[in-house]
């Protein structure tokens, strides 16, 4: 059963055209990845996905619904959260804080609420502290909670930056390049914590250049090449695909096999 499904999609910048009608499935509970060289589509396609982007034409359906032209929050309320190429969090504000704006888009409280200090807003303020605190242990980094974003490594706030994202409780996850800029050992975390991810029912599309961490993640992968999808299947059949394999994998294929 497919959770997210985008039908034609299509998004030109001017002359230049971005997305070129693509269509693809993210079943449930599954991990799929999206690749393809610098200036694929990629990120266009997930800015499409969130609501970042407006399509020129197409349609995108989450969980058997158009959310087609919605705006990124609604999205997110309806389940769907997302990271970026690069972290983008408040520095004058400390690690929790920076968790809880995540679930903060989850809040019940309405601006009166929030202006009179209502009782109920304190409580649900406590809630959404726990919760946030919660998925900062999950990825390794509760014992931050009090720090200056601004203080901590890259890699550091690339793990806070996801921690933000599961603090939606999101039903999907989109990975924007989320190994970019890791070291090896970092990678490896990183390969483990998402596999930890899925296996609390979250799906996740994941966007990355890392071909050893795509191959021996993904369920099923998408190549993208100038805009348009040139192959969908398993990681065994995009590694044997002789289209892909030219216009893009190249010798990594052999480095993958090796590893």
């Known amino acids: 059963m497919a959770l997210l499904e985008t039908e034609t999609l299509r998004k030109s910048f ?10 693809f499935k993210v079943e449930v509970g599954q991990i799929t990845s999206l690749i393809g060289p610098n200036g694929a589509g990629k990120t266009t396609l997930f800015n499409l996905v969130t609501g970042l982007l407006p399509p020129d034409r197409g349609t995108v359906r989450f969980k058997d619904q158009s959310v087609t032209g919605w705006k990124p929050h609604q999205i997110a309320r309806a389940g769907m959260s997302r990271t970026f190429q690069n972290p983008s969090l408040f520095g004058r504000m400390n690690v929790l804080e920076n968790v809880m704006v995540g679930r903060h888009c989850c809040s019940d409280s309405g601006f009166w609420g929030c202006a009179l200090r209502l009782p109920s807003q304190k409580r649900e303020e406590q809630r959404i502290r726990a919760a946030s605190l919660e998925e900062l242990d999950f990825v390794g980094l509760a014992y931050l909670a009090s720090f200056p974003a601004s203080a901590l490594t890259f890699g550091q706030r690339r793990m806070v930056e996801l921690a933000r ?10 990975l924007d390049e989320p190994a970019s800029g890791l070291n090896t050992s970092e990678k490896r975390e990183l390969g483990d914590l998402i596999i930890r991810v899925r ?13 050893s961490m795509v191959m021996g993640l993904s369920d099923s992968v998408v190549v993208l090449h100038n805009g348009a999808k040139i192959a969908e299947g398993t990681p065994v059949e995009i590694q044997n695909d002789e289209k892909v394999v030219r216009v893009y994998l190249g010798g990594e294929v052999e480095n993958v096999a090796a590893g």
Request: zero cysteines; a negative charge; glycine letters at 12%.
């Open 14 to 23: 001017g002359g230049l055209l971005a997305v070129d009608g693509v269509s």
């Open 165 to 174: 994202a599961l603090a939606t409780e999101p039903e999907m996850l989109l």
């Open 199 to 211: 296996k609390r029912g979250v799906t996740i599309l994941l966007v990355e250049h890392d071909m």
